[in-house]
Nanobody, 116 residues
């Protein structure tokens, strides 16, 4: 089983930056993909970005060019650098990990609020 703890959310003005971190513990060796989802009030949870164990990345169109996902396997941590933030980026951001058997684990979420 994998446990995930997010940090780095907060309140920022439009155009600002935040870096989210997600530290994994537990069955680390079982993790294949790690990534981030966002859930805005009244909306479904949506993929922001993910990164595989060998470093392949995938981004939502809304995140391309502004957000960068990275992974430090030595620290069992995935990061999401968010630049040029917009009010529509306001959401709870959830870290997730997908193991090689297809089982997913989720963090508790961290709030990001972007003021205009």
């Amino acid at each position: 089983q994998v446990q995930l703890v997010e940090s780095g959310g907060g309140l920022v003005q439009a155009g600002g930056s935040l870096r989210l971190s997600c530290a994994a513990s537990g069955s680390i060796s079982s993790i294949n993909v790690m990534g981030w989802y966002q859930q805005a009030p009244g909306k479904q949870r949506e993929l922001v970005a993910h990164i595989t164990a060998v470093g392949f990345t995938n981004y939502a169109n809304s995140a391309k060019g502004r957000f960068t996902i990275s992974r430090d396997n030595a620290k069992n941590t995935v990061y999401l650098q968010m630049n040029s933030l917009k009010p529509e980026d306001t959401a709870v951001y959830y870290c997730y990990a997908l193991d090689w058997s297809g089982f997913s684990s989720w963090g508790q979420g961290t709030q990001v609020a972007v003021s205009s």
